[in-house]
């Protein structure tokens, strides 16, 4: 997927209409489409912008490849599960574990 196409994406999962998105990032909604269509490509400084903007990284937009979308929420909670003890992080990992398990399995009987 190319920088346009998850930057659509990510837009759209959050709901902000490209001339919102052009304002917070001090642009116009006609550039957003640029960057969109693939037209134009942001200097590293606005893509930062935007991906701040998006609450997504900046890694996720830029990198080529099947990344998949991880919110700066969930990459700040993981970043301070990484300080933690090895006892600690097990434990949370079991615990999080389960609840994927459960999902999965609620998931494949859904189907």
């Known amino acids: 997927m190319a920088f346009s196409d998850r930057l659509v994406y990510a837009r759209k999962q959050k709901k902000i209409k490209q001339a919102d998105l052009g ?17 134009n490509i942001p200097s590293i400084e606005v893509a930062a912008k935007i991906a701040n903007a998006l609450g997504v990284t900046l890694d996720y937009l830029v990198k ?24 600690t992080k097990s434990k949370i990992f079991d615990i999080i574990d389960t609840y994927l398990r459960d999902f999965k399995t609620r998931q494949a009987y859904a189907s």
């Open 23 to 39: 304002k917070l990032v001090n642009t116009s909604g006609d550039i957003i489409g640029k960057y969109e269509r693939g037209e």
């Open 64 to 87: 080529d490849g099947e990344y998949e979308q991880i919110d700066n929420i969930t990459l700040k909670r993981l970043k301070d599960i990484e300080k933690l003890d090895e006892n």
